[in-house]
């Protein structure tokens, strides 16, 4: 009698269990569902409205395929903008964005090296100071690197907007814990006693084990600078030294589609607009599919101490 009891009792304690984990399922699925159509949406509306003219645009629905054959039409209005000045932003956008990764994860890497493995004087206080960095909104620096870059010489230049768009404390940081924890100290101490100085053991012992965090650390990067908007507005004066994602700006103030400027003559509207950010978007689309692997591999690395 006392075990049909318990059975009972054991019964009756499961099936709530299930339920709620049944509806939590149900509710994750449907707010993963929710966040995938507010992505994806505009991001298919962005795809498919270079496909379609002016007035197909309003007369077919968002989602409606027009003609292969648009883009090219579209493509040669874009074109049609301070002679073909569009394909040297993409140009520009390649070479800064290039530039700026090699030097920015390379300044990372050495200086989260130098402050987790050497004995560097107030390197509590520096590490204090890269925090700061990274909590304080990247526009409040804008004036100090104006100045730093100006009384170089660097006001206009390609050299100037690479400097500046280098720095990147989040990237210091990130390679300080990684220094500091995933790899053993006794490595350290081990090249010492070989007779490696500090950047021999940084380039022959550290770097070849953190790959991973180069990865990381170069995605980002690219990422930051390639939608990199406000330092070019700041740093470039001449429009043809533009990147891609600020010269747009000035392609976008003589169109009237958005200038609403009854002397804006260019053939250019919404559809345009579509393939131009379809353009500058689709780099960063292309190397998140093809890195997505290396990257879960990579953040996965710094969770075990090897």
Not at 259 to 266: D, K, M, P, T, V
Request: with cysteine; glycine share 6%.
């Amino acid at each position: 009698m006392t075990s049909t009891v318990n059975t009972k009792v054991k019964v009756s304690d499961k099936s709530p269990a299930k339920k709620s984990f049944s509806f939590g399922k149900l509710g994750t699925n449907f707010t993963l569902l929710f966040i995938a159509i507010v992505v994806l949406v505009p991001a298919l509306w962005m795809t498919i409205a270079p496909s379609k003219d002016r007035a197909q645009l309003v007369t077919l629905s968002p989602l409606e395929f027009g003609s292969i054959g648009s883009y090219l039409t579209r493509w040669r209005n874009l074109m049609q903008y301070d002679n073909e000045v569009l394909i040297r932003w993409i140009e520009n956008s390649f070479w800064y964005t290039i530039s700026i990764v090699l030097l920015s994860t390379l300044m990372s890497l050495l200086g989260g090296f130098a402050l987790a493995a050497t004995n560097i004087k107030f390197k509590r206080q520096i590490l204090m100071l890269v925090m700061i960095a990274m909590i304080i909104p990247g526009i409040a620096l804008v004036m100090p690197m104006f100045v730093w870059v100006n009384r170089l010489g660097l006001t206009d230049t390609e050299l100037g907007l690479i400097l500046a768009s280098s720095l990147y404390p989040f990237g210091v940081f990130l390679s300080y814990i990684h220094f500091s924890t995933v790899i053993p100290k006794e490595l350290y101490e081990a090249a010492k006693i070989d007779g490696c100085g500090y950047f021999k053991i940084f380039w022959k012992v550290a770097l070849p084990i953190s790959k991973s965090l180069a990865g990381i650390v170069a995605f980002f990067s690219f990422v930051g600078a390639w939608n990199n908007f406000f330092l070019p507005q700041v740093f470039i004066l001449s429009g043809e030294k533009h990147p891609l994602s600020s010269g747009l700006t000035l392609l976008f103030t003589n169109t009237p589609a958005f200038s609403g400027n009854s002397s804006a003559i260019l053939p250019i509207e919404r559809s345009e607009i579509a393939l131009s950010a379809m353009v500058i978007t689709l780099p960063i689309i292309l190397l998140f599919l093809f890195s997505q692997r290396f990257l879960s591999r990579g953040m996965l690395a710094g969770s075990v101490k090897s």
